[in-house]
């Protein structure tokens, strides 16, 4: 059996799905690689895919933030946070990797894939940014609203990482109206599209590919200093 085990982050593998996975399915997957990761049995993944409509509660969801019960299934998930829409049109990043070979620190992840998040969506001219004690991405209209157009939520089994992130490209937005996104009422979501930008699932992918190199490759160089917009409260994650 090939083995990973290494002081120093090795190959990272990238798994890519074209059609939905099924939810249950993807988490079972996760898990299992995750223990692999951890055992030195496999590299560590970056797997792409979307999911059928559904909506995730994370640790943090709070009952009333769950509009319409029976709209969407609703999937209770390990993951931080609080409740998220899945479905076709996004593009759903679940990050597995060994942070004892990187840094010790969830904030500092969670920042990076930010990060990577803002730097995909510069490649498409969209400006996104970060807001404190708000964690995801958000885009601000010319009306000086403000939307959120990805979310992260994460959790660290023996100091792997999995679960990870969605971005909206092309969904159906109006699925979110049986939740309250991320338990935050005060504002809305968006996408690409909604944004008016044309940009395929493949041009998302091949950003994402590339930007991720720019953040994780040099995450321990002085090119790509932690910084830590969110206080050790508002990380949503999960060790064991």
Not at 95 to 120: A, F, G, P, Y
Not at 200 to 214: G, I, K, N, S, Y
Request: proline share 6%; hydrophobic share 40%; charged share 25%.
């Amino acid at each position: 059996m090939d083995l990973y085990m290494a002081t120093k982050p090795g190959p990272i593998e990238w798994q890519i799905n074209k059609i939905p996975v099924d939810y249950a399915a993807a988490v079972a997957e996760m898990e299992r690689r995750v223990a692999a990761i951890r055992d030195g049995a496999k590299p560590e993944l970056v797997w792409l895919l979307d999911h059928p409509p559904l909506y995730t509660a994370g640790t943090s969801a709070r009952e009333e933030d769950l509009l319409d019960p029976h709209y969407l299934p609703v999937h209770h998930t390990g993951r931080g946070g609080r409740y998220t829409y899945h479905g076709p049109g996004q593009r759903i990043a679940y990050v597995m990797l060994d942070l004892s070979r990187r840094e010790r620190d969830v904030r500092c992840h969670v920042h990076r894939l930010e990060e990577w998040l803002i730097r995909t969506l510069a490649r498409f001219d969209v400006q996104g940014e970060r807001r404190e004690g708000r964690v995801g991405v958000w885009v601000v209209r010319a009306d000086g609203a403000e939307e959120k157009i990805a979310a992260i939520g994460v959790r660290v089994r023996r100091w792997v990482t999995y679960h990870g992130l969605a971005l909206n490209i092309d969904p159906e937005l109006a699925h979110y109206r049986g939740i309250v996104p991320c338990g935050i009422a005060e504002h809305g979501v968006t996408s690409l599209a909604a944004l008016g930008v044309a940009a395929t699932m493949t041009e998302v992918d091949a950003a994402l590919r590339t930007t991720f190199a720019e953040i994780f490759e040099a995450a321990s160089s002085p090119e790509m200093p932690c910084r830590l917009p969110h206080s050790r409260e508002k990380i949503a994650k999960i060790t064991d």
